[in-house]
């Protein structure tokens, strides 16, 4: 029956001249299926410069918004609209500007987990990997850090400038579980800690490393540590066995995006037979989003 169901999936798709990209916290059987597995920006400018005029995107809403940011010719599929992100969500326009006129000379960074309007009202997007770059490339000595604050306080505690940091968190990451991790920790003494700076600081104390997705991929790479603990998000446990078979690794923290897995298989099916979910903003508010991702990228090349 699932055999059917891919295959019926991976027929769709080149007859509908799509494109399956898949976040890196999605479940395993999404990942198998998908062209493309990475973090949210690195999907996007993969869609950007696919050839296929469908996207796929499997992953929460943010993310697609993104993607058609920049593809804005293509089309965006989400498979289920109610994939959301509580960490974009917690923050809104009216009172970022509220806080941006408190602070008239800040500059605003913005994570890229935030909806599109209030990207809108931003200087430059960041990932968590270049977030520091970002800031500290902003002409301004004062900058506005939003919508995470554990991410904020990280690169704040490695920059010389005044930050000004939204109250908001990922509500998986920032309840991650401490003692899971001395457990874990306990389990395998010789393994390296790894976690997302979603995670709170007192997590951070004990890792070998803070870093996004796409940096625990390179860390990996480049340690010869045979045994991983990963603070984030499960299905990141997933990718890293696929792309290291040699390594051992598991999880740390129970951190667990009940929004991620909201992405089945059914629902890419359906969503590659009717074209549905379409992810679209309203013109102005993409061009200006863009303005911010574009400044991103020209940042961080
Ligand atoms: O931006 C992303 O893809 C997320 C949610 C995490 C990361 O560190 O890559």
């Known amino acids: 029956m699932k055999n059917e169901l891919i295959s019926e999936i991976l027929r769709l798709k080149d007859e509908k001249d799509a494109v399956i990209l898949a976040h890196s916290y999605q479940p395993p059987e999404i990942q198998d299926i998908a062209d493309h597995v990475g973090d949210s920006l690195q999907l996007s400018l993969t869609a950007a410069s696919t050839e ?130 001395k457990a874990r920790m306990d389990e395998w003494p010789d393994a390296e800690l790894l976690v997302h700076p979603e995670t709170p600081p007192e997590i951070w104390e004990l890792a070998h490393a803070v870093l996004g997705t796409g940096g625990m991929i390179r860390h990996v790479g480049e340690s010869s540590t045979k045994r991983f603990i990963i603070g984030t998000e499960e299905g990141m446990v997933y990718r890293l066995s696929t792309l290291y078979p040699d390594r051992e690794f598991t999880t740390g923290g129970n951190i667990y995006c009940y929004n991620m897995k909201k992405i089945t298989l059914q629902k890419i099916l359906y969503s590659l037979r009717k074209l549905e979910p379409v992810i679209e903003l309203d013109p102005r508010t993409r061009k200006k989003a863009y303005a911010a991702v574009a400044r991103m990228t020209e940042i961080t090349g």
């Open 52 to 181: 296929s005029s469908v996207i796929v995107f499997c992953g929460v809403k943010f993310m697609a918004e993104t993607a058609h940011i920049l593809s804005p010719d293509k089309t965006v599929i989400l498979p289920e609209l109610d994939a959301g992100c509580p960490l974009a969500d917690c923050i809104e326009v009216p009172a970022l500007r509220s806080l941006q006129k408190l602070h008239p000379d800040a500059l605003t960074v913005l994570y890229v987990n935030s909806p599109a309007d209030v990207k809108a009202e931003s200087y430059a997007c960041c990932t968590s990997a270049n977030a520091l770059e970002v800031v500290e490339s902003a002409p301004s000595d004062e900058i506005i850090f939003a919508p995470d604050r554990n991410l904020g306080t990280f690169i704040s505690r490695k920059s010389d400038k005044t930050f000004h940091i939204w109250n908001g968190a990922c509500r998986s990451h920032a309840v991650a579980d401490l003692q899971d991790i």
